[in-house]
């Protein structure tokens, strides 16, 4: 397995991780009765570190897919390397640094943040362009 294929399969545990954390903090927020209904009923927005939490989960769902196709497309392309593996490893300590910058409410930090996981996959697409 390569190292790219590594961080992939690390993203996607720190997905679940993301996924099992959001529902546990909605739940605690609305309630487990509300979690097992419907969810027809319009609720108020979430507060607080539940906010917080599933904000971030919102976020990583959607760099995840990106990050994803673009280790798959190195991988494919035969441009794996010294980039792609830089890029896989800024992406994926990014995304757990964003999250707990996220969960701690730190909003500028958490941000800054951000743009190390997109220079991650910045430098994934130059090694799959460029390489």
């Known amino acids: 397995m390569t190292i790219e294929f590594r961080y992939l399969t690390y993203a996607a545990a720190l997905g679940l991780l993301h996924l099992i954390a959001a529902s546990h903090a909605i739940s605690s927020q609305y309630g487990y009765r509300w979690t097992a209904s419907t969810r027809e009923q319009p609720m108020p927005p979430l507060?607080?570190?539940?906010?917080?939490?599933?904000?971030?989960?919102?976020?990583?769902?959607?760099?995840?897919?990106?990050?994803?196709?673009?280790?798959?497309?190195?991988?494919?392309?035969?441009?794996?390397?010294?980039?792609?593996?830089?890029g896989a490893r800024l992406y994926f300590w990014a995304r757990i640094a964003y999250a707990s910058a996220s969960v701690a409410g730190f909003s500028l930090v958490r941000s800054l943040i951000w743009n190390i996981a997109l220079i991650g996959m910045g430098l994934i697409v130059f090694a799959i362009v460029w390489g």
């Open 47 to 86: 507060k607080g570190v539940a906010n917080r939490i599933d904000q971030a989960c919102t976020n990583f769902l959607e760099t995840f897919p990106i990050f994803a196709a673009l280790v798959m497309v190195a991988h494919l392309t035969g441009r794996n390397g010294e980039l792609t593996t830089l």
